[in-house]
T-cell receptor, first 113, second 108 residues
Framework: NAGVTQTPKFRVLKTGQSMTLLCAQD?????MYWYRQDPGMGLRLIHY???????AKGEVPDGYNVSRLKKQNFLLGLESAAPSQTSVYFC????????????FGSGTRLTVV | KNEVEQSPQNLTAQEGEFITINCSYS?????LHWLQQHPGGGIVSLFM???GKKKHGRLIATINIQEKHSSLHITASHPRDSAVYIC??????????FGTGTSLTVIP
């Protein structure tokens, strides 16, 4: 099915470990986003990309890196995980045209111990 | 003060009731989004609005740009509508501001 696919869905990391979250979309969307969601805080934008080869910082970029080497993939990396990065991470994508809404992935639940 | 305020924070309704969730914002926007999050975490984009009104099935979203206010209405509510509804605004610089959500429970 067309849409946004996030992998993995769940992960437990030890403090200091690294990992990469993968977001893949097959809708030819230009824009892609990574959010984190913490209880009582709503969604916060980590990084986003407005096209292949471009990335930009969102509200809470510290401790994360991203890459958009291919239009359909947006990778979120944690170089040295910290307990404060325990959260649920959502990827989203959209077309440039504002008439179209976003498509969200189903989320990745990350726990850093 | 948050850029996006939603009310109510929690809402319980009987099946069949008409429901309204409100969103006020304080920044200039290019678009406003209503999102739905079901237990289990999946977030669905319901509407993206820049003016006027949109309708999908039993869901209606309106926006008043002058008043910086949007409402999400659910007609003939059903238990499967139970979810967290999130209002988010996007400015022309692609910055996003999110409300903390409204937790809706519809009782059979």
């Amino acid at each position: 099915n067309a849409g946004v696919t996030q992998t993995p869905k769940f992960r437990v990391l030890k403090t200091g470990q690294s990992m990469t979250l993968l977001c893949a979309q097959d809708m030819n969307h230009e824009y892609m986003y990574w959010y984190r969601q913490d209880p009582g805080m709503g969604l916060r934008l980590i990084h986003y990309s407005v096209g292949e080869g471009t990335t930009a910082k969102g509200e809470v970029p510290d401790g994360y890196n991203v890459s958009r080497l291919k239009k359909q993939n947006f990778l979120l990396g944690l170089e040295s995980a910290a307990p404060s990065q325990t959260s649920v991470y959502f990827c989203a994508s959209s077309l440039i045209d504002r008439a179209y809404g976003y498509t969200f992935g189903s989320g990745t639940r990350l726990t850093v111990v | 003060k948050n850029e996006v305020e939603q009310s109510p924070q929690n809402l319980t309704a009987q099946e069949g009731e008409f429901i309204t969730i409100n969103c006020s914002y304080s920044v200039g926007i290019s678009a406003l989004h209503w999102l739905q999050q079901h237990p289990g975490g999946g977030i669905v984009s319901l509407f993206m609005l820049s003016s006027g009104k949109k309708k999908h099935g039993r869901l209606i979203a309106t926006i008043n740009i002058q008043e910086k206010h949007s409402s999400l209405h659910i007609t003939a509510s059903h238990p499967r509508d139970s979810a967290v509804y999130i209002c988010a605004v996007q400015n022309t610089g692609n910055q996003f501001y999110f409300g903390t959500g409204t937790s809706l429970t519809v009782i059979p």
